[in-house]
């Protein structure tokens, strides 16, 4: 699973006029960190902080000019102006796509490109050879929940604890968060499991989940 050419990338989704690609550099991190801070103000804790840490970029990410990591990080600009981001988790073994946390700046949301970074999302993955692509969604706001499920990608359940947020001032809890993904791959590459190997709990919620 290699990362596709910055190139092949804006040719996945035609952004609105004015807009671009660009790939993160080393030298773009301490803006980017910042501006995700001032965008985001909530990402102080939990799993999208590490957004925030100049060594996560230099440990995990792949920057252009150096080698090829498991994260991506793409920069949205207008122009020179930085507009937004979004980021990529490969998961080779499994030929599996994650897709991890986008935040667009609030002078440039009325674009409507966060939503519709879920169709490059899935582009993205087909380009990479990946048989499957999924990510996280809030319960706090259903305007994520309702892009994914407008998008084709299916509600495959919810994970109680999995992350944490701040819901309050100096309030951290533990949250539900709901796991959303997309096959993509033709059903006849699929095993579906033998509901003789499932105990009664797990076959009932498989059946609800996937009644066909």
Request: hydrophobic letters at 40%; one cysteine or more; proline letters at 7%.
């Amino acid at each position: 699973m290699k990362w596709p050419g910055i190139e092949e990338m804006a040719g996945m989704y035609q952004l609105p006029d004015g807009y671009r690609y660009q790939q993160l550099t080393r030298a773009d991190v301490p803006t980017l960190a910042e501006a995700i801070s001032r965008w985001y103000p909530d990402i102080g804790v939990g799993i999208a902080s590490c957004y925030l840490r100049e060594s996560f970029y230099t440990e995990k990410v792949f920057l252009r000019g150096e080698a090829e990591k498991d994260f991506y990080v793409v920069l949205l600009k207008y122009g020179e102006e930085l507009a937004g981001m979004g980021s990529w988790e490969r998961e080779p073994d499994a030929l599996t796509l994650y897709a991890r946390l986008a935040v667009i700046s609030p002078e440039h949301r009325g674009a409507q490109i966060a939503s519709r970074s879920i169709e490059f999302t899935v582009n993205l993955a087909r380009a990479m050879g990946a048989g499957f692509v999924y990510g996280m969604a809030t319960l706090r706001r259903p305007q994520m929940q309702l892009a994914l499920e407008r998008a084709g990608y299916r509600l495959l359940g919810f994970v109680p604890g999995y992350d944490r947020e701040l819901v309050a001032p100096g309030v951290i809890k533990r949250v539900y968060d709901a796991v959303y993904g997309k096959v993509l791959v033709p059903e006849e590459d699929l095993i579906r499991p033998d509901p003789a190997q499932m105990s009664p709990k797990a076959r009932a919620l498989f059946e609800m989940l996937f009644p066909e």
